[in-house]
């Protein structure tokens, strides 16, 4: 079903757009989509922070967009549903210069012999272009030089002990842990019987950076954060595609 979001850069708009977030990461599924780029270009300036929801979501398309090499605001275009284009003619005086550099180029002999000059530029050229290919080959590889890194979406399924659990410390405790590559998105409740809630929280990692079976083994595991936590298991682990 299509998602209906009106004046957007209204407090009634913002208002709607803020709720339809609450449990949601994307504007539709579990990735950004062109849904996400529509509405973040209907939107004339970040949300206030006082719109929690909205103000996260805007702030991750941001980063996905930095990410991926965009981040110049740009000079602003109209794109037409047709154009045509037009050459110019060129004036009586580009037309006698260029009728000069044709009776100039005409002079010149393609088959002639080698000078010493030109023997003497050759060997300059080569010699630089050595060099060059010599500086590259000394310069240390970076990560960025091996691979691009990939990035991808993971929805998490995180268990409490009982009904007694503290879901409120429990989330803290989840979105506490912080590390280069992760940065935590939406959350909700979701009950699974006898009173208990569990929480469904979204990620988006670095491939490069972050292995999810480390996180969870490493910082859900353990004390303190097993106080709360009786598991976590990974319900969707989608790969993000930049172009």
């Known amino acids: 079903m299509a998602v209906v979001l009106s004046n957007v850069n209204t407090e009634a708009g913002l208002k709607k757009l803020d709720e339809y977030l609450l449990t949601r990461s994307y504007i539709s599924g579990y990735l950004a989509s062109k849904d996400d780029m529509a509405v973040y270009t209907a939107l004339s300036s970040a949300p206030k922070s006082s719109y ?76 630089s272009a050595k060099a060059s290919t010599k500086k590259k080959e000394c310069m240390p590889f970076t990560q960025h030089d091996i691979l691009p890194t990939g990035k991808s979406s993971v929805l998490l399924d995180v268990k409490p002990w009982d009904d007694e659990t503290d879901m409120k410390k429990l989330e803290e405790t989840v979105r506490s ?10 959350s909700k409740l979701v009950s699974v019987g006898y009173g208990i809630k569990k929480l469904q929280i979204m990620m988006t990692i670095v491939d490069d950076l972050v292995s999810v079976d480390n996180l969870i083994e490493d910082h859900f595991d353990v004390e303190p954060a097993n106080e709360y936590i009786q598991s976590c298991d990974i319900v969707a682990f989608n790969k993000i595609f930049l172009d």
């Open 52 to 127: 929690v929801n909205a103000t996260r979501w805007y702030d991750h398309i941001s980063a996905l967009l930095r990410s991926s090499g965009v981040t110049a605001e740009g000079e602003g275009v109209k794109v037409e549903s047709s154009a045509s284009f037009v050459a110019s003619t060129p004036e009586v005086g580009d037309q006698k210069a260029a009728a000069a550099d044709e009776d100039d180029d005409s002079d010149v002999d393609l088959f002639g012999e080698e000078t010493e000059e030109d023997k003497k530029a050759a060997e300059e050229r080569a010699a």
């Open 177 to 186: 842990v912080k590390m280069e590559g992760l940065l935590w998105g939406a």
